[in-house]
C-alpha cells in the first residue's frame, strides 16, 4: 500500500521560504518517480516540479528559479524547497508518485497548505 504523507505547510509573507516533505512508504522508493502539485481555490490542479528515478527534474516556468525538487532515497522522503514567495503560490500542496513507466501519477498524498501574504 503506497502511503505519502506531506507536512512542512504554513503561512509566510512575501518573499518568505518553506520547505516541504512527503515521507513515502509501501513501494521502492527509487524506482519511483516523484512530483509536487498545487491547487490553488477555483483553479485547476498545477503540476509544480518532477523528479524522476534518475534525480532529473523539470519544473513549472512560474517556479524556476526560486523552486527546488530534491529527494533522500535513504529517508524515503521528497522535499520541495521554495524561496522568494509570492501571494500568487498560495495553494494546496500535494505530492505525488508513479512507476516512472506509468503514464500518469496515480499515487497521491493528502496536501499540505501554502499561504503567502503580501
Known amino acids: 500500500q503506497v502511503q505519502l504523507v506531506e507536512s512542512g505547510g504554513g503561512s509566510v509573507q512575501a518573499g518568505g521560504s518553506l520547505r516541504l516533505s512527503c515521507a513515502a512508504s509501501?513501494?521502492?522508493?527509487?524506482?519511483?518517480?516523484m512530483g509536487w502539485f498545487r491547487q490553488a481555490p477555483g483553479q485547476e490542479r498545477e503540476g509544480v516540479a518532477t523528479?524522476?528515478?534518475?534525480?532529473?527534474?523539470t519544473y513549472a516556468d512560474s517556479v524556476k528559479g526560486r523552486f527546488t525538487i530534491s529527494k533522500d532515497s535513504a529517508k524515503n522522503t521528497l522535499y520541495l524547497q521554495m524561496n522568494s514567495l509570492k501571494p500568487e503560490d498560495t495553494a494546496m500542496y500535494s505530492c505525488?508518485?508513479?512507476?516512472?513507466?506509468?503514464?500518469?501519477?496515480?499515487?497521491w498524498g493528502q496536501g499540505t497548505q501554502v499561504t503567502v501574504s503580501s
Open positions: 505525488a508518485a508513479k512507476e516512472c513507466w506509468y503514464l500518469s501519477f496515480r499515487y
Open positions: 523528479i524522476d528515478s534518475d534525480g532529473s527534474t
Open positions: 509501501g513501494y521502492t522508493y527509487s524506482s519511483y518517480c
